[in-house]
């Protein structure tokens, strides 16, 4: 007699496997360094996708929403009761606030949940939920301050204190950290712990970052909770530095300074660091690192060496393949890794190629590391909102495009910011650099979705494959 077990199994599957797939779910990772725009995406992203079922989308490289398939979507409580709300509203209340303004720099965690429905194409999935299929989308969102915590963690004590000497050889990071370094001239390897000796030089250190950054636009600032410490404020664990005077000979002294300060380290990286990825990033699905690459440019060739080593570092600490400790630790499953330059508005559209390559070359490694373990990777500009409006007039006989917006203090602005180098800006470029360029974003009437560049490519490439 014909056995029907094998065929009734093969349902089973099927149906599971169709059950999953109604109902499922996508953990997008938005990453990138501090003000490379997360906030701006992430509150964008928000925007258009609940605008796009309800209004003329203004989404058109989308395929579910060009096509008419996507219904809508909405914010939906999320699954970690404990985790602050993405400040979704507050986000957009300044983003249409009068006058615009942008959503404030991230102090800390945030979870966001949105459901997504849509008619599917797939005529499995059509027979079996009928004629809506929902897709529910995950998004942390975090300072970006904290990203740089990462590659401590392949790093001894010894190692990390050796990078920030090198660092230091830069005479303009000696200046500001010269503070700090005088604080600790006395100290030397066999030096004993003294608490109050700790706190002042962390605190000098402190200073130091943060003076590196706001002066000098540095974005190697590490380690990241010292400058946004969270719940951490005070607590011992942040109480370290590099170690820049006379090491230890051989093992430090059980009471000395350098072995505190070394185990402090050790703790930060297990507990704040380490744990803050396993709670926060493992099993991802998808990954878009947002890159600023247009100030640096703006600010000098140190600006853009410290952009590049910093990426360099973090793309490193990326790891994505099977065997080594990022996947062990954190199981992330990433199979798409979007990486995009940011505020693409800030430059006149035929620079738009340019600035692209700009992206392609800072994240080379990364990208290559990538494809080599099978994820999907490709690369974009993008303005999450579109500040600056181009503008086509006649310069000395000639068309000549230019950005018009407003300033962030209020002045109006039209100018044409220059040329991007390709590739790594050389001597003749720093001769006549980018002009800086810091839009207010534009009023938004409410009529229709605010203006953005290329989102809809980014949501192609994040989700589109989700949703057929
Ligand atoms: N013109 C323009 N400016 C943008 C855009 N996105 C971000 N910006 C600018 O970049 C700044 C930083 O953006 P955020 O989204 O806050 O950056 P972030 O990565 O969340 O920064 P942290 O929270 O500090 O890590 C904003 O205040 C804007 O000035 C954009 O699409 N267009
Ligand atoms: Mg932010």
Redesign the pocket.
Known sequence: MFDRRPLQALQHQLSTLAERSLDRHVRLAVT??????????IT?LVHQLEQAGLQQARLPLWQVCASGRLLGARRVPQQHHHIPSFGYEAGLAALSGEPPA?????RGLSELRLELRYHSRHPLWRHLGGDTSRLFVEIV?Y???WLLDLPLLQQSYAQWSQQVRKQLAAPELAALAAPWLQLGSALNGTSRYDEALAARLAQAYTDYLHAAKAQLGRQLIQPGRFVLPGEYAGAPVLQFTPWLWPAPEGAPGRESLYAMFEQRFEHYKRHLVAGFYHDHFASFDRQVV?V?CLQPLQQGPAAWDDLAQTLGLLLQSFQYGQSNWWRRLFAPRIDRLLFAA??A??VTPDQHGALQALLESLTQGGRAHARFEGIQVASQV???????QFHTLTHQGKPLTVIEGTG?DGTPVALFPGDLPIGRPDAAYWQAPIQPL??RPRPWDQTGPMA?LRLDQALEFLLGDKLR
């Open positions: 990138g360094l501090s003000r490379s725009g997360k906030t701006a995406f964008a942008w959503p404030a720099p991230t969102d300072p970006g301050e947002l600023d940011s505020k508005d800030h993008l303005a999450s909102v579109r500040a600056g962030l810091a839009l953005h």
